[in-house]
């Protein structure tokens, strides 16, 4: 939860503190940018020094300081070229704060003494983020300054290094698959992780025009601010319910293939009726999959990583997938989204919709293979 506080209070507010600091919105744009491409690179690094070395907690904590360190820059840093510099630690610094929790969670909900329910794990994290994200506001108003964020932001991450040590021990991993190959080579030659990379890459890049532009369609739409954010928050709602009470029970009676393709089905129908001049109560229905289309998703990818790759290759795996997968297809499409969005408006939702239809018959072909395949 430390670590979603801190992301909480940063991410909304990182654009004022650089724009503080003297950045223009271009520079704004391409610092974000650059940020989002260190990290799809980094992460894999950070995942197979964890995974060669043993030590995701300490690698982990290690990660997490650096990046409370790196942030504290952003205060002192004016303009220009130290901006990038602090920026490039910034993001080689948080590379491995998204997979690494990831591996040590799913790995410690395998194991049956432990009885830890990764949905409630991810949910209780989602929370925090919408809390963090409401106070950081506060706080902001309050110092009269985005800078506070930073201090914030700097604490939690501290706070929750500290804690990574804490973590009980992972049990010793399962030796598995050809002990020469590197982790990467071996993880690639996995036909069904590479579907899954594929599958997830396509459902969750989806949502990328979304978070770019569906504000700013809804706004020309003439949508107020109020019901504005009335529906985004419905989304991160409808997450948390997912994460806490249904992510789960879905995997379990659909399976991995059929919880995705679920996932799939819903991202077809909510960016087809998003793209269409819907009423706002029908945007809220499409606002509650949300759960379905980011949330059951990321839980069927989590439970098939638990099965199907080998212990000692769990970190590089949650690094492979946030990058080649998610990361990967969300930069893109991001790019891609500013043009759909600047010649089609909210149309461009279709485009979204038909990527969800290819993954549809993509992710039926999911298959709950063992360790090692």
């Known amino acids: 939860m430390l670590i979603f506080l801190g992301w909480g209070v940063l991410s909304p507010f990182l654009p004022a503190v650089l724009t503080l600091q003297g950045a223009t919105p271009v520079e704004v744009g391409l610092l974000l940018g650059m940020g989002t491409a260190l990290r799809l690179l980094a992460m894999p690094v950070a995942g197979v020094i964890a995974d060669r070395t043993g030590t995701p907690r300490e690698v982990l904590a290690v990660a997490l ?18 901006l990038v510099l602090v920026g490039v630690a ?23 003494r432990r009885r830890l329910d990764y949905g409630v794990v991810r949910g209780a994290g989602a929370a925090a983020f919408i809390l963090a994200s409401t106070a950081a506001g506060w706080a902001v108003t309050a110092a009269g300054s985005p800078l506070v964020v930073v201090w914030l932001n700097a604490g939690f991450f501290t706070l929750a290094a500290g804690s990574a040590l804490l973590l009980p021990r992972p049990a010793a991993p399962r030796q598995e698959g050809a002990p020469g190959s590197g982790p990467v080579l071996a993880l690639l030659r996995l036909t ?33 601010p109020g019901s504005i954010g009335l529906l985004w928050s419905l989304s991160v709602t409808a997450e948390v319910v997912v994460f806490f009470l249904l992510g789960r029970r879905l995997v379990a009676w659909l399976g991995v293939g059929g919880t995705c393709g679920l996932a799939a089905a819903a991202g077809v129908l909510r ?7 819907v009423p706002v109560a029908v945007l809220v229905a499409m606002q509650a999959l949300h759960g379905l289309t980011f949330a059951a998703q990321h839980m069927a990818a989590m439970a098939m990583l638990a099965r199907l790759v080998p212990d000692r290759l769990g970190g590089t795996a949650q690094a ?34 038909a990527l969800c239809a290819l993954a549809l018959p993509l992710a039926m072909r999911l298959e709950a293979a063992r360790p090692g395949r």
């Open 65 to 82: 300081l650096g990046a409370a360190l790196s942030v504290i820059c952003y205060g002192r840093a004016q303009g220009g070229i130290m």
């Open 90 to 112: 910034h993001a080689l610094a948080t590379a491995p704060v998204a997979p690494l929790p990831d591996a040590l969670a799913v790995r410690a909900a395998a194991e049956p």
């Open 192 to 224: 069904a992780f590479c579907r899954l990379v594929l599958v997830s890459g396509l459902i969750q890049g989806s949502h990328a025009f979304y978070a770019g532009f569906a504000v700013l369609g809804w706004q020309a739409a003439g949508i107020g």
């Open 271 to 277: 960016w087809s009726l998003i793209a269409l001049d």
């Open 320 to 353: 492979l997938l946030a990058s080649l997968g998610t990361g990967l297809f969300t930069a893109l499409l991001l790019l891609v989204s500013g043009v759909l969005y600047d010649q089609a408006g909210l149309a461009g939702f279709w485009a979204m919709a």
